[in-house]
DNA sequence: ATGAAAGCGCTAACAC
DNA sequence: GTGTTAGCGCTTTCAT
């Protein structure tokens, strides 16, 4: 390995001198410039980032913490991020839980290791009182809405979001709904969904409400599910388009007439639902990402509610 | 920044002793011990990996150069990689290039930095001659097949892949067939399907290879070209189930049948081919990831073939 | 305009 | 078992 000393030696300037022509320094002679370029080129030298990082303190190097690896929303959320971070030379690393605590927590401590810069929180494992101790070590941005003024937000108001969904569903004359989610009642959105459900249409009816659900796989057993039930819903607003789409195939393999028998609202206006007509909730999760790294490059606290909105198709 | 040596004063002993606290070495007195992790508690004290990475010359930290962060095979093979990755505690960082040349090689400048200890290629921008160099400052994986032996791969084999897919369509009796694909005969990719395509049917009749599609929109496009041509083919092989999705939805639009007047092959198996009933040929880009991901830990630079397989659905 | 030298925080010979 | 010390490769005062 090359280092800075050797180019020193070999163009007869000190390591100061190179130091200064790898970073574009003034008070560095032509001549002196140009023997240490050549001797750059001739050695094939590159700067040692590792080194770099342990003086400056800085790495412009971003984490990204998800839950899942396989899952579409985050990765509408990654790339706004690189959409931005590419922009400004920054780095992008996939910082993934599984709802792990302790793993989210390794995953914290390279903020406080000067490996990260900043940490982008498309989901939470732990509680925010054991995170926020770590925002004194680098720039802490959530997707996810919370009043803590030590971390930044770029956030979907995903309350009102469910609530005008529902709303949404009701006036086109549904009060038989179900809806389906990722994660059960410890997760906050879970929390935030029956609320909104309980404003809108009262109590959720036996059954009517299914959580753990991803993929278009798990779209097609909710959907079995949620039409065998005796008073089958009118209508269902599953948590994204595969999931829908999975809801979608099953109702149409028993003949069940979409949107006339059964409405199907989807979420984040993906590829699939766009292919099945299905009407979407588009959260528009791309420009979460891009404004959650742009409050990482300029290390802001700021809360920045990203508007949502409801695109009709043909299902419901 | 509390640091390794502040502890050491602060429990009484040498940094030595804390380092091999801190890496659970034998020869430690577990009174020593104790009091060192003690005092790590106490000042909150995590080592700094910026300063390990350095000494060591590693970092556990791997690269994915993608072409674009907006495409859903390089969001397979990352799921794929991300899974293996995790299991290894090694990171993850995605290197977009928009196959910019320049961009690239600063990717693999990294690794000849110190900054990365392999590299995944998913897509390639520069040539074999130009990318080859970088071999001898880390792991450099290849998604694509290539002889030279410094690199490893994690590979399908896209020509065998084309003709089966090909033959498969004549076998179902169509002979005039056309086909998309992402890039244009700047890709190997491309040329390999053409040549697999000039096998199985002989010349490409005008009008009947559309290259730069990749969204579901793209597939629109397609769609609406290729079936306004006034001898129009019969079957469409298109490069991902989006772009097929896209087909599929302008052809029933102008009320052509599925599969009798046209039939409809995919590439890639994802949620949207699997919604819309569309035939595809899985290329198991999650598997290819995977591997990937595996060689890179070991420092192989085995040419591992992932199979592929062709999942016969509704639209053809 | 240039260089010597003091670190950044850590690991690993080497000595005891 | 434990500590001293010499680096890893770089940046940045502070002289000159």
């Known amino acids: 390995m090359t280092n800075i000393n050797d180019i020193a030696k070999k163009a007869g300037v000190s390591v100061t001198t190179v130091s200064r022509v790898l970073n574009n320094h003034k008070y560095v002679s032509h001549e002196k410039r140009m023997a240490v370029q050549k001797v750059i080129e001739e050695m094939n030298y590159t700067p040692n980032k590792n080194a770099i990082d342990l003086i400056r303190g800085e790495t412009k190097t971003i984490g990204v913490i998800i839950p899942y690896n396989n899952n579409s929303s985050f990765d509408q959320i990654l790339h706004g991020i690189l959409n931005k971070s590419i922009e400004h030379d920054y780095s992008v690393i996939v910082l993934p839980t599984k709802y792990k605590k302790d793993k989210e927590l390794t995953y914290f401590s390279m903020l406080k290791n000067k490996f990260l810069d900043g940490i982008i929180l498309t989901s939470r494992a732990n509680e925010w009182e054991t995170i926020l101790p770590f925002a004194k070590y680098g720039t802490i941005i959530s997707c996810e809405y919370t009043q803590h003024p030590e971390v930044g937000c770029a956030y979907v108001d995903r309350y009102h979001s469910f609530l005008e969904a ?151």
Chains 1, 2 share one sequence.
């Open 166 to 316: 529902f709303h949404f569903l009701k006036m086109k004359g549904h009060s038989k709904v179900a809806f389906t989610t990722a994660r059960g009642v410890e997760s906050n959105s879970t929390l935030k969904i029956i609320k909104a459900y309980n404003e809108v249409f009262g109590e959720i009816p036996q059954g009517y409400y299914l959580s753990h659900c991803s993929t278009f796989s798990d779209g097609e057993k909710a959907g079995k599910k949620l039409l065998s039930l005796d008073d089958y819903p009118s209508a269902i607003y599953a948590n994204g388009d595969e999931v829908a789409g999975g809801i979608y195939k099953y109702a149409i393999s028993k003949k069940i007439e979409i949107p006339h028998q059964l409405s199907i609202l989807g979420q984040e206006n993906q590829p699939i639902g766009e292919g099945m007509n299905i009407s979407t909730v588009d959260h528009q999760l791309v420009k979460v990402g891009e404004n959650a790294c742009n409050l990482i490059i300029k290390k802001s606290k700021q809360k920045l509610k990203i508007p949502y909105k409801i695109i009709q198709r043909e299902s419901t």
